[in-house]
């Protein structure tokens, strides 16, 4: 593969390897005056990860729900061959399901999206940067001591991998005009709760988008829509927050998001209950239509930038 990963700010181009900092600085002007989205726009900052994968002549976006069991690892593919893992899973699931969405002998990942540092969502990590080069880490900045993270964290800093603090505001540009917007975290979540820092971005390509929940609770989805304009909740499909959980998923924020999908990743006959019945009923009585890891495995969402077909996999 020839691809390369550069990143910059929209305005003064930041050379390669460097460390940035991704939180400009206020604007000048009040920003009473403006809505929160406006603010929003004012803080974007432009992040290109391009991948150019001459072997196959993709023209659309893949992304696909890992059937990881008890677990969140979401894969990624852009029109042109960016490859984005966002979480890994629990231990000893991901790289049986990586050699089903990555090509045969295609070692590299663009980038990797930490949302939180759960052990059910980072797990895998380990495997995944043993065997794949990762050219960028994206995470909450969530202080966390446990020795499954300062492992991964570890491992990252040994293989140089360059990490990255997610914040609202980011848009990662991965190629044929697909882009990854980061809508939370908002501020430093050093000291939060995990799932309540969870990093929450959109992926959208022409058409489709999938809006990606992590494991955020209902108040952080508050803060989620207080901050966010409607255009950039709106989504094709919902990757539901926190394995269908009753603590995510309010109904404001399902009627914001308003998908026609709600993908949920959950083991089977989890020890949590999840996903809850209480969530599948306001998906049902809101008419979306819900697709399980635990009933019907991977789950492949493919679209064109028009329409999207899913396919699954056990
Ligand atoms: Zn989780």
């Known amino acids: 593969m020839n691809s390369k990963a550069l990143i910059k700010n929209e305005k003064k181009p930041l050379a390669e390897g460097r460390r940035v900092t991704l939180r400009p600085s206020a604007p000048q002007k009040p920003v009473k005056i403006f809505p929160l989205y406006a603010v929003f726009a004012l803080l974007a900052m432009a992040i290109f990860l391009f991948s150019l994968d001459l072997r196959n002549s993709r023209r659309g976006l893949t992304f696909a729900m890992l059937d990881v069991g008890q677990g969140d690892a979401l894969f990624i593919e852009s029109p042109t061959g960016t490859r984005i893992l966002v979480d890994a899973g629990p231990p000893r699931k991901i790289l049986g399901q990586m050699a089903r969405v990555m090509p045969a002998l295609d070692r590299t990942l663009d980038a990797v999206i930490i949302t939180h540092p759960d052990a059910d969502h980072i797990s895998g990590f380990a495997d995944i940067l043993e ?33 990255i603090p997610a914040r609202r505001g980011m848009r990662l540009n991965i190629g044929g005009g697909a882009v ?18 969870s990093v929450v971005a959109r992926l959208s390509y022409g058409d489709t988008s999938i809006l990606l929940a992590g494991d955020s609770p209902i108040d952080t989805e508050k803060i989620i829509l207080a901050q966010t304009q409607r255009t950039l909740l709106k989504s094709t499909a919902l990757k539901v927050g926190h394995h269908g959980s009753k603590n995510s998923s309010s109904a404001e924020f399902i009627e914001a998001v308003a998908p026609k999908y709600a993908l949920i990743s959950a083991g089977k006959e989890n020890r949590y209950g999840h996903p809850d019945p209480a969530v599948l009923d306001i998906f049902e009585k809101s ?18 930038g028009k329409t999207e077909a899913f396919s699954f996999y056990k």
Not at 134 to 157: R, T
Not at 180 to 197: H, K, M, Q, S, Y
Not at 287 to 304: K, N, P, V, W
């Open 180 to 197: 990854i917007d980061i809508l939370f975290p908002d501020a430093d979540v050093r000291d939060w709760e995990t799932n309540a820092g």
């Open 287 to 304: 008419g979306i239509q819900a697709f399980r890891t635990d009933e019907h495995g991977t789950i492949l969402m493919r679209s064109d």
């Open 131 to 163: 065997n794949y080069k990762v050219k960028e880490i994206f995470d909450p900045g969530i202080a966390d001591d446990s020795a499954l993270y300062q492992n991964i964290k570890k491992i990252a800093e040994e293989k140089s991998v360059q990490n």
